[in-house]
């Protein structure tokens, strides 16, 4: 059974970070990539940040480029999500996805559609 498991998120004020970590297990790790979304309170979920597990190639949506890092922990089978300069717009709820690596699009890795296992999400609050 494929499993995402995601931790890290939190209160922090403006100009904060944190750092938030996705526990996968159930599935081969390097045969999928492995992405954040988050959804705001009224908005639609979207892509921020994946990498792939296989040539460790990451993407990023520009609003956090520079702030955002994503990386992963292959003896872990863990992905990691470091949060810099935090911004109140970045409040959200925080989800880990997975998608086989066969089926990843680098042009629609930001779309819902892209992705085929989820998390259960984990809620970041960025207070001004």
């Known amino acids: 059974e494929v499993q995402l498991v995601e931790s890290g998120g939190g209160l922090v004020q403006a100009g904060g970070s944190l750092r938030l970590s996705c526990a996968a297990s159930g599935f081969t790790f390097d045969d999928y990539v492995i992405g954040w979304l988050r959804q705001a309170p009224g908005k639609e979920r979207e892509g921020i940040s994946c990498?792939?597990?296989?040539?460790?190639?990451?993407y990023y949506e520009d609003s956090v480029k520079g702030r955002f890092t994503i990386s992963s922990d292959n003896a872990r089978n863990t992905v990691y999500l470091q949060m810099n300069s935090l911004k109140p717009e970045d409040t959200a709820v925080y989800f880990c996805a997975a998608v086989r690596l066969p089926l990843f699009r680098p042009t629609s890795w930001k779309r819902l559609r892209q992705w085929d296992e989820w998390g259960e999400g984990t809620q970041v609050t960025v207070s001004s």
């Open positions: 990498i792939s597990r296989r040539d460790g190639r990451t």
